[in-house]
């Protein structure tokens, strides 16, 4: 068995579980998301808490055992999301680099002789503060962190200058430029 898998995810509060067969379907106060479960795992509700198991043996390949911590790890997702959600921020950097939204699109005007403009998917919502910040939020994280990632992806931060979208708190290694590498600006180009 995974040790992920024989976990039990807690039902906080405000969120309500229903099991429908191998659907499991789990609503509350950020929203409403639904999974469907492999017929080799079993979702049972005990109480306040749900537990996923085996059912019946794990095949000889032990394919069950990695199945079963990430279904565990994506109901626990489900339910921390519909109760608290799920928000990741980036930081855009450079000069005249910004951020705006326009009603269900936000606008990036990252450097290129056009604003990118980006759809926003339906159970995500973003928020601007700042024109250099922008926070994305969701119940979904697989939402939530595909939409941040299709954000960074319009202009990455390159590693000279940092120019670009970053997540907040993202490390980007920097690189020395040409003048810093004290090679001498004499060149070699001999000739005539």
Same mark, same amino acid.
């Given at each position: 068995?995974?040790?992920?898998?024989?976990?039990?995810?807690?039902?906080?509060?405000?969120?309500?579980?229903?099991?429908?067969?191998?659907?499991?379907?789990?609503?509350?106060?950020?929203?409403?998301?639904?999974?469907?479960?492999?017929?080799?795992?079993? &979702?049972?509700?005990?109480?306040?808490?749900?537990?996923?198991?085996?059912?019946?043996?794990?095949?000889?390949?032990?394919?069950?055992?990695?199945?079963?911590?990430?279904?565990?790890?994506?109901?626990?997702?489900?339910?921390?999301? &519909?109760?608290?959600?799920?928000?990741?921020?980036?930081?855009?950097?450079?000069?005249?680099?910004?951020?705006?939204?326009?009603?269900?699109?936000?606008?990036?005007?990252?450097?290129?002789?056009?604003?990118?403009?980006?759809?926003?998917?339906?159970?995500?919502?973003?928020?601007?503060?700042?024109?250099?910040?922008?926070?994305?939020?969701?119940?979904?994280?697989?939402?939530?962190?595909?939409?941040?990632?299709?954000?960074?992806?319009?202009?990455?931060?390159?590693?000279?200058?940092?120019?670009?979208? %970053?997540?907040?708190?993202?490390?980007?290694?920097? %690189?020395?430029?040409?003048?810093?590498?004290?090679?001498?600006? %004499?060149?070699?180009?001999?000739? %005539?």
């Amino acid at each position: 068995m995974s040790r992920i898998g024989r976990l039990a995810i807690a039902i906080p509060a405000g969120a309500k579980v229903s099991l429908e067969g191998q659907r499991v379907a789990v609503e509350g106060p950020k929203g409403k998301l639904a999974l469907m479960v492999p017929n080799e795992l079993r &979702v049972a509700k005990e109480e306040q808490s749900l537990r996923v198991s085996i059912a019946g043996k794990e095949d000889a390949r032990g394919l069950l055992r990695p199945a079963h911590g990430l279904y565990r790890a994506l109901i626990a997702n489900m339910v921390h999301g &519909v109760t608290e959600g799920f928000s990741r921020e980036l930081e855009i950097t450079g000069v005249g680099y910004r951020a705006q939204l326009q009603g269900r699109k936000l606008s990036l005007t990252v450097g290129f002789s056009h604003p990118v403009v980006l759809d926003i998917p339906e159970g995500v919502t973003v928020e601007v503060p700042k024109p250099t910040t922008v926070i994305v939020k969701g119940a979904d994280r697989q939402a939530v962190g595909q939409m941040a990632t299709t954000i960074r992806g319009v202009a990455p931060p390159e590693p000279y200058k940092g120019k670009g979208i %970053k997540f907040a708190g993202e490390q980007i290694r920097r %690189k020395a430029g040409k003048a810093a590498t004290g090679s001498g600006a %004499k060149g070699g180009g001999g000739g %005539k």
